[in-house]
Nanobody, 123 residues
Framework: LELVESGGGSVQPGGSLRLTCTAS????????VGWFRQAPGKEREGVSC????????IYSKSVKGRFTISRDNVKGTVELQIHDLKPEDTGVYYC?????????????????WGRGTQVTVSP
């Protein structure tokens, strides 16, 4: 399973972005999908995930209320809508998929990872 992230970019604080996770040649409907980010000099952290069986969602405290994860069932993709971006949101954003359909904000158990998309938030 090859994952590709898209939608990153450079925005000012308070701006919005929509990140998309696409699986090459297939759909993500039955996978648990997580979004992670890694800021320069920091460890990768989980920010949101959606389960594959009942679409349960989880958000980290730092993004809750500003990030929304969802599935596009027509396209078979998973999106991360980000509002009210802050400089501390800057980093490379990765999506990851778990064939067991689980949703969690830790790295373990995700078998497939994309290469990431850069998000930069600065005045």
């Amino acid at each position: 399973l090859e994952l590709v992230e898209s939608g990153g970019g450079s925005v000012q604080p308070g701006g919005s972005l929509r990140l998309t996770c696409t699986a090459s040649g297939t759909v993500l409907d039955y996978y648990g999908v997580g979004w992670f980010r890694q800021a320069p000099g920091k460890e990768r952290e989980g920010v949101s995930c959606i389960s594959g069986h009942d679409e349960t969602t989880i958000y980290s405290k730092s993004v809750k209320g500003r990030f929304t994860i969802s599935r596009d069932n027509v396209k078979g993709t998973v999106e991360l809508q980000i509002h009210d971006l802050k400089p501390e949101d800057t980093g490379v954003y990765y999506c990851a998929a778990d064939g067991s359909m689980m949703c969690r904000l830790t790295d373990s158990g995700y078998h497939f990872w994309g290469r990431g998309t850069q998000v930069t938030v600065s005045p």
